[in-house]
């Protein structure tokens, strides 16, 4: 069995894809490491707003601030130490709140493609 251990500081953030807004993903064990699962951590800064249909479950753990999930259903807000579930097909808006908001995330299945290797074969 292989063991990772991941801290803030190893994450390599990254704008969300397809996001404009202050909104930032770092990957820290994906489709690369073999296993079903992506972990990461998120970083939103201050009043962002991110509307989308989530292509996979997506399970966020609040670190820091705070997250407003709303869907057809209603709104959860979430803070340090809570978790927030998100399944594949729902219509969510997410935002942060004045002091932005820092998160990590299990994603199933992995919500990024790999990225074709430089023969174009993967």
């Known amino acids: 069995m292989t063991v990772y251990k991941f801290a803030i500081a190893d994450a390599v953030f990254e704008r969300s894809p397809g996001q404009e ?3 930032f ?4 064990l994906d489709q690369r490491h073999g296993g079903p699962v ?3 951590f998120g970083r939103y800064g201050p009043d962002q707003v991110l509307e989308e249909t989530m292509a996979v479950h997506d399970t966020m753990i609040v670190l820091e601030g705070s997250i407003t999930v709303c869907d057809k259903h209603g709104s959860l807000t ?4 809570e978790i927030i579930a998100m399944q594949k097909g729902d219509k969510v808006t997410i935002r942060s709140h004045e002091t932005g908001a820092v998160t990590a995330y299990v994603t199933y299945p992995h919500w990024q493609q790999p990225e074709p290797s430089p ?3 993967t």
């Open 21 to 23: 807004g202050d909104i």
């Open 25 to 28: 993903t770092g990957n820290l």
């Open 38 to 40: 992506t972990i990461g």
């Open 78 to 81: 979430a803070g340090p130490g």
């Open 119 to 121: 023969s174009g074969s």
